[in-house]
Antibody, heavy 118, light 106 residues
């Protein structure tokens, strides 16, 4: 069974940094593209980063230059380094698995809450 | 940037058919998938590649995609189907979500 467990969320001040982690199990981690998607409480889903099996990374304009996605296949782990955090980055962040290409997100973690506030 | 538009809400009576639309420029040229999200839970994939159902998703869920509009159809809607539904497509390696539709079964 696929398991994705996020950690590292918490309260951080505006302008601060935070690193999220995702521990993956139940599948061959290195064979899948991985992503982070966030959701503001009561609002919709927003894709914030992706990394393919070759290590190439992708970001939307809203976080490019501030967020860095990375993976460590030997540890079956995905990371999201977030810098220069803003109040609008407050959200639940989900770790997600994807086969690649234009396939869907087929497994989601439970999410970790990031709160940016002074 | 590419945008997907969904109606904020749809209502349906139990046993009837619910249709949720997702609109985008030349959306029919892309694969669309749909996610269901119930309160306090992570999203779950219910339709992928326009009209395919993952294992474990009931047959009452179906999808179509043509022109500028994709549609999620739930036949014989049950109370347990009340949830938020999101469409999603890919645009140049960027994932794009619709704003979500709250389905109310009443």
């Amino acid at each position: 069974e696929v398991h994705l467990v996020e950690s590292g969320g918490g309260l951080v001040q505006p302008g601060g940094s935070l690193r999220l982690s995702c521990a993956a199990s139940g599948f061959t981690f290195s064979s899948y593209d991985m992503h982070w998607v966030r959701q503001v409480t009561g609002k919709g889903l927003e894709w914030v980063s992706g990394i393919d099996t070759a290590g190439d990374t992708y970001y939307p304009g809203s976080v490019k230059g501030r967020f860095t996605i990375s993976r460590e296949n030997a540890k079956n782990s995905l990371y999201l380094q977030m810098e220069s955090l803003r109040a609008e980055d407050t959200a639940v962040y989900y770790c997600i698995r994807q086969v690649g290409g234009d396939n869907p997100f087929d497994s989601w973690g439970q999410g970790t809450l990031v709160s940016v506030s002074s | 940037s590419y945008e997907l538009t969904q109606p904020p809400s749809v209502s349906v009576s139990p046993g009837q058919t619910a249709s949720i639309t997702c609109s985008g420029d030349k959306l029919g040229d892309k694969y669309v998938c749909w996610y269901q999200q119930k309160p306090g839970q992570s999203p779950v994939l219910v339709i992928y590649q326009d009209n395919k159902r993952p294992s474990g998703i009931p047959e009452r869920f179906s999808g179509s995609n043509s022109g500028n509009t994709a549609t999620l159809t739930i036949s014989g809607t049950q109370a347990m189907d009340e949830a938020d539904y999101y469409c999603q497509a890919w645009d140049s390696r960027n994932a794009v979500f619709g704003g979500g539709t709250k389905l109310t079964v009443l």
